[in-house]
């Protein structure tokens, strides 16, 4: 690892992911939370899913971390325990945070199928696990954009890039900017020094840092902590989409099971004791079925 705070981060680990099967009939690419991925505070999970018409993520629950799904093609429905509905397509996004508790339906729309996306999973801090649920949802239009130079194109979904900044709240401080770079062009990105990150491809190779290391799609590069300010990323033959997630670490203990992520195991066993009971946020899960599954 580079000692250096001048230059460009560097690159400290490169994952390729395999696909897997989640949900029902889902296919995932998982990168952060795979074995190779773990504990990457603040992040518990970057899926890229691939969900054909008959699979999907049907009724289940959520306490003490954030879900951002981010549309590439396709259309998703959700519905939560409370109401709440909607559909996101190609570039929208949904921002949820579970807080103390959310069951909720994430199903492909059938005539839109399959549907391609990310999801995101940031965990929150001691004091938001427990905060009401919320949901930001932005349709593409209302994702700012970058636009540094010819042929670089940055949609700011959390943080910001070349002065364009994200109205998207976020209980923990992340950066979440898509890429698309056009052949050989360079780009820096600042990034806080104190964030760990990553970067995922989707398409196109790149090369990270002063050392060029090549980012492939479904490969995670995971970025050097050494108070560096910046990010530089260059494209060669041909161009490239990707992201760039980046956080400020909690440093808090992290005890998941399942979809439950908390501080002790105490607070584990309380989730499930909440959610089977129907209390504390959990109420309206008692004979929840969603309509869309
Ligand atoms: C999960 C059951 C699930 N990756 N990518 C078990 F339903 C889920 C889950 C998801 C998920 C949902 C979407 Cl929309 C996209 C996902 C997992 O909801 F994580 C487990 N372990
Ligand atoms: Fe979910």
């Known amino acids: 690892m580079s000692t250096l705070s001048k230059g460009s981060r560097s690159i400290i680990k490169a994952v390729l992911s395999r696909p897997t099967m989640d949900g029902v009939g889902a296919l995932v690419y998982r990168s952060i939370g795979d074995t190779e991925l773990r504990n990457h505070d603040p992040f518990l999970l970057l899926d890229e899913f691939n969900v054909d018409k008959d699979g999907g993520f049907p009724d289940h629950p959520h306490r003490g971390f954030e879900t951002v799904t981010y549309m590439r093609e396709g259309q998703f429905q959700h519905e939560d325990f409370a109401g709440h509905k909607g559909t996101i397509g190609p570039g929208d996004l949904q921002w949820m945070t579970a807080g103390r508790g959310i069951v909720h339906t994430e199903m492909p729309v059938k005539t839109h199928a399959p549907a391609h ?3 995101l999973w940031i965990n929150l801090p001691k004091e938001h696990k427990m905060c009401e649920p919320q949901y930001q949802e932005l349709l593409d239009g ?3 954009r970058a636009n540094p130079q010819d042929g670089v194109v940055i949609k700011v979904i959390a943080g910001e890039s070349h002065g364009a900044s994200s109205k998207v709240y976020t209980r923990t401080p992340t950066m979440y900017l898509d890429f698309k770079m056009a052949p050989h062009k360079t780009v820096e990105q600042a990034i806080p020094s104190s964030y760990n990150g990553f970067i995922y491809g ?3 190779t790149i090369y990270v840092g ?4 090549a ?6 590069l995971v970025l050097s902590e050494d108070g560096t300010e910046t990010i530089k990323i260059s494209t060669k033959g041909e161009e490239a989409h990707f992201v760039v997630i980046a956080g400020q670490p909690l440093k808090e203990p992290v005890v998941q099971r399942g979809l439950f992520v908390m501080n002790s195991q105490a607070e584990i066993v309380e989730a499930m004791v909440d959610y089977q009971s129907g209390q504390h946020g959990f109420e309206r899960a008692k004979g929840w079925h969603s309509t869309i599954a």
């Open 210 to 213: 002063e050392e060029g290391v």
């Open 142 to 144: 209302q994702v700012p």
């Open 202 to 204: 989707l398409k196109g």
């Open 117 to 119: 996306g990310l999801q």
């Open 215 to 220: 980012g492939k799609p479904h490969q995670t």
